[in-house]
Nanobody, 113 residues
């Protein structure tokens, strides 16, 4: 059983920063990819970026490239999403996903203009 817990969401002004965390526990495969998605009410869940445990180079959606950075701490089984220069259109619920199977509960990010 795998359990993912996201944290770090909140309210921030446009241009500000937030860092989300996704802590994985349970039977986690250390070569599995961890991805971030986001979803607005009534819309599909959109890909934000992803990183594998074994390869250091994450990849991103074009909408966040250059503003968001994904990193991981293997010793803590935790992946981070550093979000800089936030825009109102980044307002969403953010989810982490492990190995294309397991989802966290989501954390709300709200960016005010």
């Amino acid at each position: 059983q795998v359990h993912l817990v996201e944290s770090g969401g909140g309210l921030v002004q446009a241009g500000g920063s937030l860092r989300l965390s996704c802590a994985a526990s349970g039977r986690t495969a250390n070569t599995s990819a961890m991805a971030w998605f986001r979803q607005a009410p009534g819309k599909e869940r959109d890909f934000v970026g992803a990183i594998t445990w074994s390869a250091p180079n994450p990849y991103y959606a074009e909408t966040v490239q250059g503003r968001f950075t994904i990193s991981r701490d293997n010793s803590k089984n935790t992946v981070y999403l550093q979000m800089n220069n936030l825009k109102p259109e980044d307002t969403d619920v953010y989810y982490c996903r492990l190995a294309s199977v397991y989802w966290g509960q989501g954390t709300q990010v709200t960016v005010s203009s």
